[in-house]
């Protein structure tokens, strides 16, 4: 297992700030396309940085980006992390608007695409296959997990096999892949979790990032938990950095590992409500990553 920040070194000689831009998409599972209401825990809003508006141009937001982590010490150069909604939910013209402004703003080094498994039709992939031999392009998929009939408990309308597929034709046009995985999925074990970290480990995949499931208020998955309609897992923090350090040690020793923890505002946090700064959960992680070595 690598860090992100070990790869970008290695990629681009030094550190890499990742630089939040909404695009302007919607979602395939919003807009009727595959689905309406959106998945059952979804909320945008829990993970758009203050300084990412989505009426600014591309262009602006990558520039208040830059602002907003000058101070945090030198980088060689920024990625561009096309984040909200479905990244690749639009026009190859629209799309190819957007990330080509991306790529001229000074510093971009490259970009992160975050989409769904399903949104990945053979026009973009090639124009996305085009785009990676000119600058860095990784595609981010929201697998979330392998299971169905989970992913049918949150109405994600897509299934693990189209997540499978993805992730092989991405490679196949040698665009590195990203997963991101949530775990304590409604209904799922650590032994489900397990499955799908095997599964992810067997295919042509560069990164992964984990999350704990976050019932954020005002979705229906927190109607559904309070209602007691759906279980969802009820961890501290030290139980959950125990499920992470028992699946990190399932990974192949060259995956990425970008991370492990989100961090939604607590005020739109119904569960779990841990109260703890990254580095507090870094020391809990690494103690329990000790104890599995
Ligand atoms: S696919 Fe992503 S953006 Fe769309 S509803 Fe689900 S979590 Fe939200």
Not at 65 to 93: E, I, N, P
Not at 240 to 245: D, G, P
Request: one cysteine or more; a negative charge; aromatic letters at 8%.
């Amino acid at each position: 297992m690598r860090s992100f920040s070990h790869y970008m070194t290695e990629l681009f000689g030094g550190r890499v700030q990742k630089i939040a831009v909404d695009g302007g998409f919607t979602c395939p599972n919003r807009d009727g396309t595959v689905g309406r209401g959106g998945c059952t825990y979804c909320d945008n809003r829990a993970f758009v940085p203050s300084y990412c508006h989505r009426t600014d141009s591309v262009t602006e937001q990558l520039q208040a980006g830059k602002q907003f982590f000058a101070s945090k010490g030198d980088v060689v150069g920024y990625l561009a992390y096309f984040q909200a909604f479905t990244g690749t939910h639009d026009d190859v013209s629209r799309l190819e608007a957007r990330f080509e402004e991306a790529l001229i703003v000074d510093g971009v080094l490259g970009l992160v695409i975050a989409t769904r498994p399903d949104c990945l039709p053979g026009n973009v992939l090639d124009y996305i296959a085009d785009l990676q031999r000119r600058a860095y392009v990784m595609v981010e998929l929201g697998v979330e997990t392998m299971h169905d009939r989970t992913l049918q408990l949150v109405n994600r309308c897509h299934d693990w096999a189209t997540s499978a597929d993805a992730i092989e034709r991405l490679a196949a046009c040698r665009i590195p892949v990203g997963v991101h995985l949530i775990l304590g999925m409604p209904g799922e074990t650590v032994a489900d979790m397990e499955l799908t970290v095997d599964a992810i480990s067997a295919l042509p995949v560069s990164m992964v990032k984990f999350h704990q499931m976050q019932v954020l208020k005002g979705t229906l998955l927190a109607q559904q938990v309070t209602a007691r309609q759906v279980a969802v897992q009820r961890w501290t923090a030290q139980e959950y950095a125990a499920v992470c350090a028992r699946l990190l040690r399932r990974l192949p020793s060259d995956m990425v590992v970008e991370r492990v923890v989100a961090q939604s505002p607590s005020g739109m946090v119904l569960l779990p409500q841990w109260g703890l700064k990254p580095a507090e959960f870094q020391t809990i992680l690494e103690k329990e990553i000790e104890q599995y070595n």
